[in-house]
Structure formats: structure tokens, C-alpha cells
């Protein structure tokens, strides 16, 4: 299918009349905080969900937030006189933001969804009618230039990328244009490109309706519209990493075979990176026969980068096939179809011996370092986003770790991070506990096994006393040889350390 089915587009060459709209938009009180107002917590919710049956009961009355819901968020028509006490209408038509249905009714042409910035930010993410929740909603449209607004997984990347100031931002599969928006609040030039000329249209607007300065916008697929002389400080991208037989949607296949996408975005863009620049991408990875998940994923870091690989969730063959065909609405077409498509994912991840896929983040970061860190973990449990202070710190301790041995350490001071607890897990009624489990309440949230030297230890790390001292202290309490201890104990140091229990004071 061609981008033919698909309505035409808002002129992008009108900032003035995009800058008008932006205003009553905002006097019309349609933001994030208005529609949460208007709409309550549940019917928000369910908007997110795609469904808007709750929103539609909540938008009956004449107000001019309740018109703008109805028409940018819910593709329902309305009255043309109300149209012209909210909007610059006859701008609004002229630059095709809106168009004329059934005599007295006006039309959106493009799906607007309020969108809360980091800093309070009122931002506004322009998609396809229809289209403004990515992921596996069902996204009511099958036509393959369809442009998606912000799902789950957008958010999920705008929240896990370090947000330092930067001088050049790179955008790659930019599609509505979300995570340019992002990056233009901290990079002093970015960078979007997009396989589909319409995406990048879209993100034109995204940018200009949300008040922030424009990118450099170039069509062509990954690295490709990309100078060879150009490097970036920072590089995100959720790219169309679906593995599925044959592509069809642009905004979600990458037509290469199995995660061949996800490893050539990895391994190139260490070439593209400065020193010290971060890479974030979303991805997808085969399970294979055979082979150890984590070493597939080792094999895709490039040279001279640290990297920081983490699965969030694993599916089956089958239940990842379904995922993919409900979200192209296969399961509400033909059954013979859908039962042919189905057979055809089977085959493929059969020919290529895959039985699970992966799905998580893979943060780079250049040191140029001749012996890198490469960390790959499975973490499915809740983590408190947005994480890229935590990503930051990751990588800044790795550092620390890299530049100190053992000596080293026992020389440090540390100091506890805040908001850990520590739980003694056992048998009930038993005098000791078998282990002592340390637990953070921030970022990762992560709980580790210590031993009661590690627990000790950790429970008096204020920053006054070197490790050294600390653990002499222990072995005299303990009654143990103060030497083994200061033998046996920096391997769990650096473990507390690399996971963020302990700080470098």
C-alpha cells in the first residue's frame, strides 16, 4: 500500500499560522493537565489504550476543551460555528490543519495529543488520524506509511536517555518526532531521519506546533542520510525492530532479516559516536538454539564502547506472532488469512531456529577505552522512570571501577545511596537468616544478596572511614583475620558499587 489512502498532510511552510493555532490551543486549556481535568484519571487511561468510547462520554458538553478533544483526539466532526470562537479557522482550513465535512462541519486532518514535556513543558505530538498510541493497540490503520503517535515504548526511550547539554543530537526512525523534541530541549543542533518522507513532515510539525526550534530533517533509512564526517554526542532511536516475515508497516518492520536491524543500528553507530556520547535504542533479539542470548548481544557492541544491554521481557515464538498480527489487526480480517500469516512467522522463526524473542534497551556509551564494559542482565521487574540521571551514574561508576584496583578501593571512601532497606531472608522462627538481601527504592530498584560482612560494611559506608578501616573494625568484631577480609571483600565492593548500593564519596 501507498501513502495514497492516508489524508493529507498540514503545510509545514506556515510557522505563523502553526504558532497561532499552538496559542488556542493553550487558551483552550488542551494540554496534558487540562484533558486529566476534563477527562478523569480513567478515561486519560483508556485514551492511551486506543480506546475512546470513555472520553467520548466524558466530551458531551459545549466547551471549547470538550470541541478540541473531540475533534483532534477523537476524529469527530463539529460545528463550524464552533470551530471559529476557538480557532484561526479560516488559516486552520487555508493550511489544511482542518477541512470542511457535510456542509456545516469541520474535520481534523491530523490526529494532536497534548503531551507533558519534563519540565512542564506543554507539547503537542502530531500522528495519522487514528494513530496517536503506538504499540500493540491495534492501530486502525493498515496503510504501510502510517505515522503512530507516542506509545509505551516511546516514552519508555525518552525516559532511559541521559539528558546532558549537547551540541549534536541524531534522531534515527524519528517518526512523529517525539525523541527530537526531547533532544532539542538540551542539543544545540538535531539531527532526525526517517525511512518515510511523511514521518518526517510529521515531525516538522510536531516540533513547530510544540514551540521548540526546528531539526535537520533527512530522508533514508539508519545511518544512511548521515555524512560520513558527522558524529553526534547523542544517538536514540526506537527503530522498527518487529521481527516478521516480509515488511508491511514502515513504522514498525525493518525488512531486514530476523534482528539483523537492531545489530547493524548497534555495531555502526560506535563510529558515530564523540568520546564520552551515550547511544540509546530500543530492540529486539533472538533467542537462539543453541546459543547463549548474552554472548549474541556481547557480539553486537561496537569497538571503544561501554555498553549497558538490559532485557525487560522475553515472548515465545507463538506469543510474539500474535502480539504483531493483533497489532496490524490481522485478527480481525479474514481467518484464513490471519491463520496463513500466523504459519508464515512460524516458518520463519523456525527456518532460523529462534524460540523466544527478547525485548529491552541497549545504551552505548564511547570511551575509546582498550578493555570495555560490556554488561548484558535481564531485569523484568518495575524500574522508577525517567532513568537517564541513573544511566549517567551507571556509566560514571564503571569509570571509577575501571581507574581503581583492589587497593584502591580498600584506600576509598564510600558513602550509602539513599533509600535502600536491607531485608534478612530466611526460615520463620530461625535464629540467623540464610542471606541478607539490600534493596533500592529509586532508579533500577534493584535487591542484591550480601553476606553479613557486605551488609556490615554497606550499613557504615557514610564517607568518613576508609573501606580498609571499615572492614579492620569488622574482622576485630567478628574475630576474623583482618587480612583475608581485606582479601575476600573488594569483589563485593565492587559489585555494591557497580550497581549503585554505594557511591565513591
Not at 498540514?10 to 486549556?29: G, K, V, Y
Not at 456542509?103 to 514535556?117: F, H, L, N, W
Not at 537462539?288 to 564502547?305: A, F
Not at 508464515?344 to 527478547?358: H, M, N, Q, S, T
Request: with cysteine.
Amino acid at each position: 500500500m501507498s501513502n495514497s489512502s492516508l489524508s493529507p498532510l498540514p503545510s509545514a511552510d506556515h510557522p505563523e499560522i502553526t504558532a497561532r493555532l499552538r496559542d488556542a490551543l493553550l487558551a483552550a486549556s488542551f494540554t496534558a493537565d487540562g484533558l486529566l481535568e476534563l477527562l478523569g484519571a480513567p478515561a486519560y487511561a483508556a485514551l492511551a489504550r486506543s480506546e475512546t468510547v470513555p472520553a467520548l462520554r466524558a466530551t458531551r458538553g459545549d466547551t471549547p476543551l470538550e470541541m478540541l478533544v473531540r475533534l483532534f483526539l477523537l476524529q469527530q466532526p463539529v460545528p463550524h460555528a464552533r470551530v471559529e470562537d476557538v480557532l484561526p479557522l479560516a488559516e486552520c482550513l487555508d493550511s489544511g490543519w482542518l477541512v470542511p465535512v457535510g456542509g456545516s462541519e469541520i474535520a481534523a486532518t491530523v490526529d494532536v495529543r497534548p503531551y507533558g514535556g519534563p519540565g512542564g513543558e506543554d507539547w503537542f505530538i502530531v500522528s495519522d488520524l487514528g494513530c496517536a498510541v503506538g504499540g500493540a493497540g491495534g492501530i486502525g490503520s493498515r496503510n504501510e506509511g502510517v505515522v503512530l503517535g507516542v506509545g509505551g515504548a516511546s516514552m519508555t526511550l525518552a525516559g532511559i536517555t541521559v539528558r546532558t547539554p549537547v551540541s549534536a543530537a541524531l534522531d534515527l526512525g524519528t517518526g512523529s518526532g517525539i525523541q527530537a523534541l526531547h533532544a532539542a530541549q538540551h542539543a544545540t543542533r538535531v539531527t532526525a531521519t526517517d525511512v518515510n518522507p511523511r514521518a518526517l513532515h510529521i515531525t516538522a510539525l510536531t516540533l513547530a506546533l510544540s514551540g521548540a526550534p526546528g531539526a535537520d530533517l533527512r530522508e533514508g533509512s539508519l545511518f544512511e542520510p548521515v555524512r560520513d564526517d558527522e558524529t553526534y554526542d547523542l544517538i536514540v532511536s526506537n527503530p522498527p525492530f518487529v521481527i516478521s516475515p516480509g515488511a508491511r508497516l514502515t513504522y514498525r518492520d525493518g525488512g531486514m532479516g530476523g534482528d539483523d536491524l537492531c545489530r547493524s543500528l548497534v555495531q555502526e553507530a560506535g563510529e558515530r559516536l564523540r568520546d564520552g556520547g551515550f547511544a540509546h535504542f530500543l530492540a529486539n533479539w533472538q533467542h537462539v538454539e543453541g546459543e547463549d542470548w548474552q554472548d549474541r548481544l556481547r557480539s553486537w557492541v561496537p569497538r571503544g564502547c561501554d555498553a549497558w544491554i538490559v532485557q525487560r521481557e522475553v515472548q515465545d515464538v507463538t506469543q510474539y506472532a500474535e502480539l504483531w498480527l493483533r497489532d496490524a489487526g490481522d485478527h480481525r480480517g479474514d481467518p484464513a488469512e490471519y491463520q496463513a500469516l500466523y504459519d508464515a512467522w512460524l516458518d520463519e522463526f523456525e527456518a532460523r531456529k529462534v524460540k523466544a524473542v527478547g525485548f529491552g534497551w541497549i545504551t552505548l556509551r564511547r570511551t575509546g577505552t582498550a578493555v570495555p564494559s560490556v554488561t548484558v542482565e535481564e531485569w523484568p521487574h518495575p524500574v522508577e522512570q525517567p532513568l537517564g540521571e541513573t544511566v549517567r551514574a551507571h556509566f560514571g561508576r564503571l569509570d571509577f571501577l575501571r581507574a581503581h584496583d583492589d587497593a584502591d578501593l580498600l584506600e576509598g571512601h564510600f558513602r550509602l545511596a539513599a533509600e535502600i532497606v536491607q531485608e534478612q531472608v530466611g526460615l520463620p522462627g530461625a535464629e540467623d537468616p540464610e542471606h541478607v538481601v539490600l534493596r533500592q527504592h529509586r532508579g533500577m530498584r534493584r535487591a542484591t544478596k550480601v553476606d553479613t560482612v557486605g551488609a556490615g560494611f554497606a550499613g557504615v559506608c557514610d564517607g568518613t572511614l576508609s573501606a580498609g578501616r571499615i572492614l579492620d573494625a569488622i574482622a576485630q568484631l567478628m574475630g576474623e583475620d583482618p587480612v583475608l577480609l581485606r582479601d575476600r571483600t573488594p569483589a563485593q565492593i565492587r559489585l555494591l558499587v557497580e550497581q549503585g548500593f554505594l557511591h565513591p564519596a
